[in-house]
């Protein structure tokens, strides 16, 4: 079992910028894949970013070259730096997990709010 917190969302102005942090405890040693999904209201959960133990990024196009995802050395820490913020880029952000032996079968946080004014 892995158990994340996540931290740091909050009322922006667009064009601001934010940062999350996610703490993750449990069977941290597992641990092989950690991200950020959103969900904004009306609208399906979607993937924004992930970073796997050897550093590999992935980003959703929509958010490729104002978001950056990075990790600490212990590999159980990973923020979201959250810069140029848009309007659309207002959602619940949820950090994710998965463990080395399950894949893609993802812990989840209960999220925090990104909300950005126009």
């Known amino acids: 079992q892995v158990q994340l917190v996540e931290s740091g969302g909050g009322l922006v102005q667009a064009g601001g910028s934010l940062k999350l942090s996610c703490v993750a405890s449990g069977s941290i040693f597992s641990i092989h894949v950690m991200g950020w999904y959103r969900q904004a209201p009306g609208k399906q959960r979607e993937l924004v970013a992930t970073i796997d133990r050897g550093g590999l990024t992935n980003y959703a196009d929509s958010v490729k070259g104002r978001f950056a995802i990075s990790s600490d050395n212990t590999k159980t820490t990973v923020y979201l730096q959250m810069n140029s913020l848009k309007p659309e880029d207002a959602a619940v952000y949820y950090c994710?997990?998965?463990?080395?032996?399950?894949?893609?079968?993802?812990?989840w946080g209960k999220g925090t709010q990104v909300t950005v004014s126009s």
């Open positions: 994710i997990a998965d463990q080395s032996y399950r894949p893609g079968r993802y812990y």
